[in-house]
């Protein structure tokens, strides 16, 4: 039992299953203060004052059995969802990195051999177990920030083996963290070097080899695709998208984040998210609007390209598009495990309010990944996923940037303290 909570944050609203937050009610955190939250067998089972909950008598029983952590007047909130990332990769791509403080643009960058295909050799050369144990280290940096859910995507093998390979190694990280991980086929992540010219035959490859043998062997649930200049077209982006369908998985895509992609014909297929949206045109973002896709920026990848413009996070939210935010942690474009980092540049280059960042972190990435009915919020029935922050206001999570105060998260029940990530429980 996590009592004595100075602001629980429990994302609770009375409208909540109705669908994502959108518009004024993404600032609604249900806040209660002096708070307990009362968990069992990996549940929520007590939300509510302190005082209550030790007054009532149908909890006596459990509260004898429970273990207590006094929070000492600090922040509770659910653990992050953090909803898009790529953890499936061997080692940084420090070259990339150094040609573009030298001026070298993302597309430059990846003709000259950098890019996503410079990650490809390595992790076709690795063992599963070797991209296994990087990919698990990278869970647990995500976790000591205070993510208890995340989405982990493939995308660097780029073959019918290594793609299934790291889907493999996300599976086995997956199992050996405490943590919720959902897995995404993104085998259309970039055309391959050996397909170079023959891009329909790659992406024959994906919808009649890849999708259909990942969704046999029951190793994901979406499959992403990178839909932009350079990369797929929207055409492409269908076809592999019907391949999903046919196969039973969700799907979601990277659009907009190097030119204005049309999304009509992708909305056609309900997809789960669509993410980074920074050339999103106006009529597409009135369509979004109207629906239930998670318009999910990544505003990591704006700061770490170093572009001077970030993704129209006002716009959306205004026009009543629900929002989420995700660290897209990758080595190209946004090598950050920190979902709080995420918030305070939310904040200051998108001009989100704290408590308008700290719903699209959690309830709405939940929503991202069709899990709002056991993840993103702090309710009874709901998984026991909760980060417990070293503040006193939650507006301090993202003012103080680039600062971890995560002292503690509950992934499903299991404690996992900061100091040494020592399991207490
Ligand atoms: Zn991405």
Redesign the pocket.
Known sequence: MLINIGQLLTLCQANDHRGPRRGRDLKELGLIEDAAVLCQEGKVVFVGKSRDVLRDSRLKKRLRQAIEIDCKSQVVLPGFVDS?T?PAFIRPRLTDFERRISGASYEEIAQAGGGIRSSVEAVRKASRSELGEIILAAFKQMNEQGTTTLEAKSGYGLTVESELKSLRAIRDAAASWPGTVVSTLLGAHTVPREFQGHCSSYVDLVCHEMIPQAARRKLVQFVDVFTDRGAFSVRDTETIFQAAAASGLGVRA?VCQLSEIALEPLLRFDPASL?HLDHVRDHDIAKLARGNTVATLVPGANYFLGLDKFPPARKLIDAGVPVALAT?Y?PGSSPTPSMPFVLSLACTQMRMLPAEAIAAATINGAWALRLEKRKGSIAAGKDADLAVFEVEDYRELPYWFASSRCALTILKGLVMANAGSAEVE
């Open positions: 898009h790529h990277h993410d897209d990758n």
